[in-house]
């Protein structure tokens, strides 16, 4: 044998000892917080195919409301290969009452019971005539709508299969958590059982000031077609509803939104037993908490619901809510921004206490309040204090005494823009957040019954002059409706 002699390393300096115990903490880091990614979705896909549906829906609609007709003012003599090619309806004889056609439109769903319960989007099936599901199997059958609920945007419909049918288990989208993979099944674009993944991108999203909102955003390619059809976890289990995208072009981006499934479990449960929806009421007007507003009502980061009014006789008055509290938990629950809170409430049980927690002069009240039922007059009244302007792009809300005094403003009454949607024409007209609007078309403005009568009149070609006042300075501005 060689004998080896021993050989003395020179000592690591304290540099190197620094860098090599950093490189091992970085390292064991990653290896805790990397979320696993998957080698296949293969196995998901042909396991979660069969559950999920294409739905086809047929609508007479008068040929006279096609827009194409405005390209052939001779409707009788319109060239044939236009005729096929835009789908075009005869015309009778006299050119003045045109036939009926029949429009279809394609979306999705997923079986929720082996008897052929199915949940889909509303638009999917709203004013359909006829509504026919095909499965993966290629069966087709005719479906009945069991209910309807346009406020949730969700529907449940019922076919009669000759076996039972494969359907779905249901998660907990409150388990959900930014980063997590999720994969959607649909029929964009007519093209059957397409299998989509992507992440969950964001949650709690309000997409066009909707009362219900809260919705899941994710990255999995979602398209027109999609609508009504499933968002799964990782895990297999459904956790949303598709229902829209985020697009300038009609086609997908990367931002697509479904309705959490904890919500659209309560909404499928009460059409099955009842055809309808009832939901619970609470009785306040509420604001998403800014990092200004947070300032002022000794909030360390903007979470909760500011309480902007309390309606008399409300099951909020009753239990001692006040304006300017900040609800901050609801039934357990952190509520990190405003759009979580209404949907919550209206799942609550009417006649069940909830326990709320909210913040008052800086420190934290517990209070419990037993939901009322929300009725179409309340949720009207609501509208009036708090009304979104789809076309428009900007949510308004009346100025309350409390408003006016946190925001620093002049103005104790009238109208400010809660919110701007990105790309709305509000926003190309350069309205911003917490503008005041003082006058429309050169009409003052000083509640949303004004704002409201206004639209009504406005003319979209013509656009609308704003005048309205941004620190504490007036300035006009021209909103056009494209």
């Known amino acids: 044998m060689i004998p080896v002699k021993h050989r003395h390393w020179p000592r690591p300096t304290a540099h190197l000892t620094t860098f090599v115990v950093a490189c091992m903490l970085a390292l064991f880091a990653a290896q805790s917080i990397a979320a696993p990614v998957p080698n296949s979705f293969a196995d998901m896909a042909e396991k979660l195919g069969p559950t999920v549906v294409n739905i086809y829906t047929t609508q007479t609609v008068k040929a006279s409301s096609l827009p194409q007709e405005f390209m052939f003012p001779d409707k009788e003599n319109i060239p044939e290969p236009f005729r096929r090619f835009f789908n075009l309806p005869q015309f009778h004889g006299d050119g003045q009452h045109p036939q009926e056609y029949k429009r279809t439109s394609l979306g999705s769903g997923v079986i929720t019971s082996a008897d052929g319960y199915i949940l889909t989007n509303n638009h999917v099936v709203q004013d359909a005539d006829e509504i026919n599901v095909s499965l993966a199997t290629s069966e087709e059958y005719e479906a009945k709508i069991i209910g309807r609920d346009p406020k949730s945007d969700l529907a449940l419909i019922k076919i009669e299969p000759k076996n039972a049918l494969p359907f779905v288990t249901f998660g907990d989208s409150d388990k959900l958590r930014v980063g997590d993979w999720v994969i959607a099944i649909g029929n964009p674009f007519g093209l059957e059982q397409t299998v989509t993944a992507g992440i969950v991108s964001a949650k709690g999203r309000s997409i066009n000031n909707e009362t219900y909102g809260n919705f899941i955003q994710t990255d999995a390619s979602i398209n027109p077609g999609n609508s009504g059809g499933p968002l799964f976890n990782q ?17 997908n981006i990367g931002i697509g939104f479904a309705i ?88 609550t049980e009417v006649g069940e206490k909830a326990d709320m927690v909210l913040l008052r002069d800086g420190k934290e009240k517990k209070v419990t309040i037993t939901i009322a039922k929300l009725e179409e007059e309340q949720e009207a009244a609501a509208d009036q204090r ?6 428009l792009g900007i949510t308004v809300q009346e100025i309350t005494p409390e408003l006016a005094k946190s925001l620093e403003l002049d103005e104790k009454t009238g109208l400010i823009i809660a919110n701007v949607e990105p790309g709305s024409p509000a926003a190309e007209a350069g309205l911003q957040r917490g503008d005041v609007i003082a006058e429309i078309n050169k009409k003052p403005i000083a509640s949303t019954k004004d704002y409201k009568n206004i639209l009504k009149k406005m003319d979209k070609k013509e656009g609308l002059l704003f005048l309205i006042k941004r620190d504490k300075h007036p300035r006009f501005v021209v909103l056009k409706i494209k």
Do not use: C
């Open 235 to 251: 895990e297999g289990s459904m956790v949303g509803v598709n229902t829209a995208i985020f697009s300038r072009t009609g086609g």
């Open 260 to 347: 959490p499934v904890n919500m659209a479990k309560n909404v499928m449960t009460q059409l099955k037993e009842h055809g309808s929806v009832t939901r619970g009421w609470l009785g306040v007007m509420i604001q998403q908490i800014s990092p200004d507003l947070a300032k002022q009502f000794g909030l360390e980061r903007p979470v909760g619901a500011l309480v902007g009014e309390v309606v008399d006789g409300s099951p909020a008055a009753k239990a001692g809510i006040k304006q300017g509290d900040v609800i901050i938990r609801y039934q357990g629950k952190e509520i990190t921004q405003m759009s979580m809170l209404p949907p919550l409430v209206a799942q």
């Open 386 to 391: 708090t009304m979104p302007s789809k076309e």
